[in-house]
């Protein structure tokens, strides 16, 4: 059963990241209002499975709400440098470039959180770190190299956040902490963004559909995946869906039309795959 749910993770959050170049692509698009939609539709969809099942830290002055507000933060933060990335760089380059945030993980697991160092998660890294100059030094080619610093920036936010989840689960379970991993950063995101109302109604007038239907992929993705973890064995789910970023590249060459430098695609996609499931199997 854990191989049904971690291959509809994997599609996805395949049909998700090219949803959302296709709306975001040559900056069609507000990246921030779009990662406000992607917050609160993901918070929908999440709602009923945590009503069914709520586990939350009963004192609201807990330092575990402290911690969901900052993650909350970082958060908004890393969804709208990984959506304005989307303005620039195709879907494969931008997820093989987010395999960088295993590197980040693997450093902070050994140096904070005490794991133990492994030579394959090693390799892995190493396999990843190339993919990743691969991608830099033909930067001009596959897209602008703003686009390119943004992802990698996001790696860096997202491997602080999974630090933090390691706490957050002690009090937390999967269905409560996916719901206020959406919510939170959906209400800050109301609070600081400029002109949130006027940018918010133009982007639903100009692309509401396929915004919504971008975002129940993102949250569907998330729900499935966090299922297939809690039946199956960690390292096996996630490289199924690591796998996925393959069929991110056909579908970008076959549905979005991005034909260019293919042979640099996928010899960067698939360093990148196996850098993951190196780290993953680690």
Known sequence: MWLVFAILS????????????????????DAWAFSFYFSVVGALVSLPFFLTS???????????????ILSGLLIVAQNLLIFKSANDLPASISGAMTKFRLVWVFILGVIILKEIFNWQKAVGTFF??????????????????EGISFVFLSTIFYAIIIVFYKYLF????SQSLTF???FIPAVINLAIMPNAFERITIMAKSSGWSVFVA?????????????????????????????FLVVTLVGEHLILKEKRHLKIKL???????????LIRLG
């Open 10 to 29: 994997g599609a996805f959050y395949t049909a998700q990241g090219l949803f959302t170049r296709h709306i975001l692509k040559e900056g069609k698009n």
């Open 54 to 68: 709520i586990k939350i830290p009963g004192n609201v002055f807990s330092s575990y709400w402290l911690l969901m």
């Open 128 to 145: 990843a770190v190339m993919a990743g100059i691969i991608i830099l030094n033909k930067a001009k080619k596959l897209g602008s190299f």
């Open 170 to 173: 002690q009090a937390f379970n």
């Open 180 to 182: 206020f991993v959406f």
């Open 215 to 243: 975002c129940v992929f993102g949250a569907f993705a998330n729900l499935t995946m966090n299922y297939a973890l809690s039946i199956g064995e960690a390292s096996r789910v996630l490289v199924i869906i690591e796998s």
């Open 267 to 277: 010899l960067a996609v698939l360093m990148a795959i196996v850098g993951a499931v």
